[in-house]
């Protein structure tokens, strides 16, 4: 059974910097194109950065720049670095694959003040 344990969201500056991390269980996230979406309130849930199996990233444009996405092979765990927040990073952030599967996990809330 697909598990995606996503945590490390809190509350942060504007300029801030956080470190999001999702557990996987149930899947080799090696084997497969992990991403990390995000939610902001009121809005529709868009995808934010993918990692391929061969270790390829793409990034939206909004994030490009500021965030980075990596995978823990041994861990089987995707993380999100996230330098230089801005207010309209906000959201709460879930990974899954790419393109998502029906589950979802409960998603960590990012929220930045100005």
């Known amino acids: 059974q697909v598990q995606l344990v996503e945590s490390g969201g809190g509350l942060v500056q504007a300029g801030g910097s956080l470190r999001l991390s999702c557990a996987v269980v149930?899947?080799?996230?090696?084997?497969?194109?992990m991403a990390w979406y995000r939610q902001a309130p009121g809005k529709q849930r868009e995808f934010v950065a993918r990692?391929?199996?061969?270790?390829?990233?793409t990034y939206a444009d909004s994030v490009k720049g500021r965030f980075t996405i990596s995978r823990d092979n041994a861990k089987n765990t995707v993380y999100l670095q996230m330098n230089s927040l801005k207010p309209e990073d906000t959201a709460v952030y879930y990974c899954?694959?790419?393109?998502?599967?029906?589950?979802w996990g409960k998603g960590t809330l990012v929220t930045v003040s100005s």
């Open positions: 899954n694959k790419y393109p998502g599967m029906d589950y």
């Open positions: 990692i391929r199996s061969i270790g390829y990233t």
């Open positions: 149930g899947i080799i996230a090696s084997s497969n194109t």
